[in-house]
């Protein structure tokens, strides 16, 4: 037996009982007080002793009780069991002594000592105690045989070696339950640590798994709901259990799922559409399990549940569109790489061949060429930018310009290389605000929506707009606009993708490359359909807008190091 079978278990079943024992001494004490006080009462002949160590008893058990309920003794044989053991084997061993032949048996209370060793120690002081109570029980026999005047005492001698075995046997008995609890709530404390871990970590990773979980019953109750999946259910549901899907009729299709799996008893999955009223549907991929069946084993745990996770198809179909994305600019990268040699080649040999040639139908033929290879080179150049930008984005850092005077530069240097073409108006309203991007890379994001605006304006001068502005809180920002016709929807959700254009002759790269170097520098790019007060009246358009972060640190000069070489 494992020699601290209390201090092994948790201390909590242990400690009770050993308040029970402290609460049963006080008991037996006071009945004990009350037997003297009930002799005396009765006019018998009461012993003045007997009364005195039955009240020193109680008062002894009571500051026992009081003081030493805080913790279990070591069930180790020790001094630390007198005050409790020791002491009633002491009172009974002296209340026997002092009761005259014929008066009360007190024997029968070596059984609380008894009890109490072989619940609360080990099994040394179990059988300790119990041979103690046997040899005081033999010495009790003896000394009525020797001098109370007994006569024969055979029988007294056989009737305490019984009483003594039976002790012996109680107190082996009453240990071995006692490890058995030790055991059992050792389990049970791994246990209950085991669901513990297991509840925080289920809880953690249904708070933020990125795909929706949602836990019904056979009556459609909603058991449990994860963040994710409220949020695909638009806010519908909540945890509480007495919500049931079949109250929203947007929820049927979920519904019709989960009985399917109840009935089949095996998993389902399916693609249905969550509908609410004045809502875009919601389309969801959605997979289902039982818990277990109706016929499994009979410790299963309750009854069986559906679970089921929820996959917004948006989303992966997003993902799945990036990934392509993503290959097919490694890809482009590739092949515009190798296409840049053979390219350089065809245009230095047209222009060769230009300088020898004086028939005008064979000069318009090389000035097809270059204008073709031209384009050539500036998809090549595009695609390559890709691979410059993402190499190079996450090297150079932010440096903080002006962005009222970096703004009439680039305007100034667009508009110089074709003054024809290029006009427009210049609204500068940020004042002497700062913004950390990178001057060279702001050029890029300018120069990029400005000829994207170009390509779409009106024939008036006021048809295309660039403005700064600044707010009172330090957000700072400018806008591209033009009076282009409104996009369609289809390509207004593509317009940063990169590959995508809604020109056959355009790379669609530039907006792709405006949002990378917006989001490297901490800002943010968006279109909107919006209305500018010009002198012909209220006009509407599109308005391609960059907000800057806000300012963070002291303005300081740009560094070569931040400038991404195209």
């Not at 120069?447 to 170009?454: G, I, R, S």
């Amino acid at each position: 037996m494992p020699s601290k079978l209390a201090a092994a278990a948790s201390p909590l079943p242990f400690h009770r009982l050993w308040n029970a024992f402290l609460t049963a001494r006080v008991m037996v004490a006071l009945a004990l007080l009350l037997l003297q006080l009930l002799g005396i009462a009765l006019n018998q002949a009461g012993e003045p002793l007997l009364f005195s160590i039955c009240l020193g008893y109680l008062v002894a058990t009571v500051a026992l009780r009081v003081w030493g309920h805080g913790a279990v003794p070591d069930p180790r044989p020790g001094i630390q069991w007198l005050p409790s053991i020791g002491l009633d084997l002491l009172l009974v061993s002296v209340l026997q002594a002092l009761q005259q032949s014929g008066g009360l048996n007190f024997t029968p209370l070596f059984g609380l000592p008894v009890l109490m060793a072989g619940v609360l120690g080990s099994l040394t002081l179990a059988l300790a105690t119990t041979a103690g109570a046997t040899l005081l029980l033999l010495a009790w026999a003896w000394w009525l045989g020797t001098y109370g005047g007994a006569g024969d005492g055979t029988q007294r001698y056989l009737q305490a070696a019984l009483t003594g075995t039976g002790y012996f046997i109680v107190a082996y008995l009453v240990h071995l339950l006692a490890a058995k609890l030790t055991s059992e709530q050792q389990m049970a404390r791994r246990s209950q640590m085991d669901a513990r871990t297991h509840r925080a970590v289920s809880a953690l990773v249904m708070q933020h798994v990125a795909d929706g979980v949602l836990v019904l019953d056979l009556h459609g109750q909603v058991r449990l709901a994860n963040p994710a999946a409220l949020l695909m259910l638009g806010h519908k549901i909540s945890g509480d259990s007495s919500l049931t899907l079949t109250h929203t009729a947007a929820f049927k299709p979920l519904m019709d799922l989960a009985c399917a799996t109840f009935q089949m008893e095996r998993p389902q999955h399916a693609d249905v559409n969550v509908l609410h009223d004045g809502q875009i549907p919601m389309a969801l991929r959605v997979r289902a399990w039982l818990t277990h069946t109706q016929d499994a084993p009979d410790d299963s745990p309750g009854e069986p549940l559906c679970v089921m996770f929820l996959h917004d198809l948006r989303e992966m179909e997003a993902r799945l569109r990036t990934e392509k994305l993503a290959a097919m600019g490694r890809m482009s990268a590739a092949v515009a790489h190798e296409i840049r040699n053979p390219l350089a080649a065809i245009v230095q040999a047209n222009e060769l061949l230009d300088e020898d040639l004086d028939d005008p139908t064979q000069k318009r033929l090389t000035h097809m060429v270059r204008q073709n290879a031209d384009r050539l080179v500036r998809i090549t150049e595009d695609v390559l930018d890709i691979a410059r930008v993402q190499h190079q984005i996450n090297q150079a850092s932010s440096s903080t310009v002006a962005l009222d005077a970096t703004v009439q530069q680039v305007w100034n240097d667009w508009t110089a290389q074709d003054p024809a073409r290029r006009q427009g108006q210049l609204v500068l309203d940020a004042g002497a605000a700062q913004v950390e991007f990178d001057a060279e890379h702001l050029r890029r994001v300018l120069v990029n929506l400005l000829d994207n605006a170009l390509r779409y304006k009106g024939p008036e001068p006021d048809s295309l707009c660039l403005a700064t502005r600044a707010t009172p809180g330090g957000k700072a920002g400018v806008q591209v606009w033009s009076d282009g016709a409104p996009l369609d929807k289809s390509v207004e959700r593509h317009l940063f993708e990169p590959f995508f254009s809604s020109e056959s002759r355009s790379s669609g790269l530039g907006l792709y490359i405006c949002r990378e170097l917006c989001q490297r520098h901490g800002a943010a790019i968006g279109h909107q359909r919006t209305t500018r007060s010009l002198a012909r009246g209220e006009v509407a358009g599109n308005a391609f807008t960059v907000t800057f972060r806000s300012l963070s640190r002291p303005a300081d000069s740009a560094s070569l190091f931040d400038t991404i070489v195209v």
